[in-house]
C-alpha cells in the first residue's frame, strides 16, 4: 500500500516563507511525475507546481517566481518551497505523484496540509 504524507503547512504572515514536504513509502517500483495541488475554500483544486522524473518543472502562473518545485529521488520525497506567500496562497495543499508499483502505475494522493497566509 503507498501513502503520501506531507508535512510543513502553517501559519505565515504575508512576505514569509514555508517549505512543505512529501514523502512516499510502500513497495514502490519507480515514482514519475509529482506535484502539488492546492486548493482554496470554495474554488476547485488546481495544479500549483509539477516535476517529472528526468527534473523539469512546470508552475502555475500565479506562483511563478515564488514557488520551487523539487525532489529526491533517493527518499521518494517532494518539496515545495514557498516564498513571497501572498493571503491569495491559502489552500489546504495535496501532494500527487504517479507511481508504479506491482499492480502498474497510479495516481496517489497525500492527505493535505493546510497553509494560512495572513495579510
Known amino acids: 500500500q503507498v501513502q503520501l504524507v506531507e508535512s510543513g503547512g502553517g501559519l505565515v504572515q504575508a512576505g514569509g516563507s514555508l517549505r512543505l514536504s512529501c514523502a512516499a513509502s510502500?513497495?514502490?517500483?519507480?515514482?514519475?511525475?509529482m506535484a502539488w495541488y492546492r486548493q482554496a475554500p470554495g474554488k476547485e483544486r488546481e495544479l500549483a507546481a509539477a516535476i517529472s522524473s528526468d527534473g523539469s518543472t512546470n508552475y502555475a502562473n500565479s506562483v511563478k517566481g515564488r514557488f520551487t518545485i523539487s525532489r529526491d529521488s533517493a527518499k521518494n520525497t517532494v518539496y515545495l518551497q514557498m516564498n513571497s506567500l501572498k493571503p491569495e496562497d491559502t489552500a489546504v495543499y495535496y501532494c500527487n505523484a504517479n507511481i508504479r508499483t506491482y499492480t502498474g502505475s497510479n495516481n496517489y494522493w497525500g492527505q493535505g496540509t493546510q497553509v494560512t497566509v495572513s495579510s
Open positions: 510502500g513497495i514502490i517500483f519507480r515514482i514519475n511525475a
